[in-house]
């Protein structure tokens, strides 16, 4: 149902936001050029508001069928063709859905056009954008590249919050950290992250090692090594595995080496 002006009268409201809509969208015309249309559109009192449009895209990114092309297209098509200026909402919505799909590159565009609105931070939208850097494609050449890309992305969000809040992060948000840069290659990343909980006094859970159990999967060569000792860390703080944790354990065991086998050697006597 779309929502009209008429519906809340001529209040103070509707005239201020008419007027800045105006003045966002018009500082660009020159002279006459487009002007006419663009009058005639926001004088359409009848016409979709932010709302009309975050529900929408909210029916339209509801699994099992997703239509991120389309809810994105309402953003940068839609919205824009009636001049309507779009809520932090809309972005939080498509971000978290493009973190879910794994869209590195579109989550962070969709950021920066976020920040650039000055709409405010959260950890939400840090958790959905490093989460978008764990799911991104990983297999072929392509994936390689997107991989690299997404790393990169990660490490420059990571640097911007780390020097906003000094590392004081809340677990969820170290936990998408570990697991960004664990599947996307960068193992040493993911345990100083997990030392770094450690040094914050942020809770380290079963959970936060199943996060870093995937990093440990993600280095075929000596990821077991990397379990292990992982696995005697989490024992020496009395932290109870869970069984997604034991199957992560058995899935290194499996796919990954040991290594320098001197230096296993080494671990399993100590």
């Known amino acids: 149902m779309k929502i009209s002006l008429k519906n809340f009268g001529d209040n103070k409201f509707a005239s201020s936001e008419r007027f800045l809509t105006h003045y966002e969208n018009s500082s660009g015309l020159e002279d006459d050029d487009g002007e006419a249309a663009f009058l005639a559109k926001i004088a359409d009192t009848g016409r979709p508001r932010p709302f009309d449009y975050l529900n929408q895209i909210e029916i339209l990114v509801k699994p099992p069928n997703v239509e991120l092309g389309r809810a994105i297209e ?3 098509v839609d919205m824009k063709n009636e001049f309507v200026k779009p809520i932090p909402e809309i972005y939080r919505v498509l971000i978290h859905t493009c973190g879910v799909k794994g869209y590195s590159d579109k989550a962070f565009d969709l950021y920066r056009q976020y920040t650039a609105r000055r709409f ?3 950890f939400g ?5 490093f989460n978008a850097c764990a799911n991104c494609p990983k297999d ?9 890309r ?3 992305h990660a490490k420059k969000l990571y640097e911007k919050i780390f020097s906003n809040t000094n590392g004081n992060l809340p677990s969820p948000v170290y936990h998408t950290m570990i697991k960004a840069f664990g ?3 960068e193992i040493e990343s993911a345990f100083d992250l997990l030392d770094k909980m450690g040094e914050k006094k942020v809770r380290v859970s079963a959970e936060t090692i199943c996060h870093v159990l995937q990093a440990c999967i993600s280095d075929k060569e000596a990821g077991f090594r990397h379990a292990l000792l992982l696995w005697r860390k989490m024992r020496r703080y009395k932290i109870k ?4 944790g034991y199957n992560l354990l058995l899935r290194t065991a499996k796919e990954c080496g040991v290594g320098d086998s001197l230096v296993l050697h080494d671990i399993l006597i100590e």
């Open 74 to 76: 309402i953003l940068e």
């Open 120 to 122: 405010p931070n959260n």
């Open 125 to 129: 939208i840090y958790a959905d954008l």
């Open 140 to 148: 072929g050449k392509e994936g390689n590249v997107i991989q690299s």
């Open 150 to 152: 997404a790393l990169q």
């Open 183 to 185: 599947r996307c290659g």
């Open 241 to 244: 595995p869970n069984v997604h």
